[in-house]
C-alpha cells in the first residue's frame, strides 16, 4: 500500500508541485500526498494542493494558545490520517520538539545550501555574498538542530559570475524538483538508514 506523505508548506509551493507531478507520472512510487498543511491560509501551495482535490488543513499559532498546542493538533491530525512522512517543502516555521519527537526519523526538509553551509533564512544570498563558486541544495532528515539533520542527498550547480540572487535562486530551484523526489523514492522504500550523521544505502 502507498505510504502516505503529509506536505508542509508556507508559500509558493513549487517543491509539493513537483512531488506530486513525479507521483502522478511514476517517477516516484509507493507513495501518495495525503494531505498538505500549512502556517498560512493564503499559501498558493496550498491553494494549489485543493484544486488538485488534495486535502489540506491550516494551522495557525495564533488560533491556539501557544507553538506547542499548535504542533499538537497537528500531530492529533497526521496521526488520525495515518501519515507515515512529513516533507516540509518551503515550511518556513521551525518544528518543536515534540512534533520532531513524535515523527522521528520520518521528517525530510530541503534546503537551498549545500549544508552545513548557509543555515537559516535566505541561503542562496549568503552564499552570494560570501563568493562561493558552487551552490546546491541539500534533502535532510530533521532533527532538532536547525538544517543540521543527516543529509539524504545534494545537488551541486555553479555560481556565475553575473548571476543575482533571482538567477542562482532559479537553478538551485531546479535541483531541488529533482531531489526531493529522488529522496522520497529513497525513504519510502527503506533503500537507506541512518548510521549516525551518515546516511546509508542498504
Ligand atoms: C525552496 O527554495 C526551499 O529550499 C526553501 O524555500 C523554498 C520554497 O519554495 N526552503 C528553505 O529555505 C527552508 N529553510 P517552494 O515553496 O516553491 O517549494
Known amino acids: ?3 502516505k506523505i503529509a506536505v508542509l508548506l508556507s508559500g509558493r509551493g513549487s517543491n509539493f508541485l513537483a512531488i506530486a507531478r513525479n507521483i ?3 517517477i516516484v512510487t509507493g507513495c501518495a500526498i495525503d494531505v498538505v498543511l500549512s502556517n498560512k491560509s493564503d499559501a498558493p501551495g496550498l491553494i494549489a494542493a485543493r484544486d488538485m482535490g488534495i486535502a489540506t488543513a491550516v494551522f495557525r499559532q495564533k488560533d491556539y494558545a501557544d507553538k506547542g498546542a499548535c504542533e499538537q493538533a497537528m500531530v492529533t491530525l497526521l496521526r488520525e490520517r495515518g501519515v507515515q512522512w512529513i516533507v516540509l517543502a518551503g515550511y518556513m516555521r521551525i518544528l518543536g520538539a515534540d ?3 513524535a515523527f522521528a526519523g520520518r521528517i525530510l526538509n530541503i534546503h537551498p545550501s549545500l549544508l552545513p553551509a548557509f543555515i537559516g533564512l535566505d541561503a542562496q544570498k549568503q552564499a552570494l555574498d560570501y563568493g562561493v ?5 541539500t534533502v535532510h532528515f530533521v ?3 536547525l538544517d543540521g539533520g543527516p543529509i539524504l542527498l ?3 550547480v555553479p555560481v556565475l559570475d553575473d548571476d543575482d540572487e533571482a538567477s542562482l535562486c532559479a537553478r538551485i530551484l531546479e535541483q531541488e524538483h529533482i531531489a526531493y523526489s ?3 523514492e529513497l525513504v519510502v522504500h527503506g533503500k537507506v538508514y541512518v548510521d549516525g550523521r551518515r546516511v546509508r544505502r542498504r
Do not use: R
Request: aromatic share 4%.
Open 1 to 3: 500500500m502507498a505510504e
Open 24 to 26: 502522478q507520472s511514476g
Open 99 to 101: 512534533f520532531i519527537d
Open 133 to 137: 563558486k558552487v551552490a546546491g541544495c
Open 143 to 145: 532533527t532538532n538542530e
Open 154 to 156: 545534494q545537488k551541486v
Open 182 to 184: 529522488e529522496a522520497l
